[in-house]
């Protein structure tokens, strides 16, 4: 992303929203505590069930 980009996501430049962005390859810890999941995920079912299974150990509450 360049920095013009970066300096379009917030009035002080992107310094507040990429100061909040964080990287993981922990999918339960990636997921815990959010608002808002969405599922775009390939339409096979081994992958959408490993999915699924992984999330439930994570602290989430499914509205």
């Known amino acids: 992303m360049s920095e ?3 300096k379009g996501l917030s009035g002080r430049g992107g310094e507040s929203v990429m100061s909040r962005l964080r990287t993981t390859t922990d999918f339960v810890a990636a997921i ?17 069930r490993r999915y699924h ?5 994570a602290k989430i509450t499914y509205l």
Do not use: A, F, M, Y
């Open 4 to 6: 013009k980009e970066i």
């Open 32 to 48: 815990s505590g959010v608002d808002h999941i969405q599922e775009s995920l390939p339409e096979r079912l081994d992958i959408k």
């Open 53 to 57: 299974k992984e999330g439930g150990q």
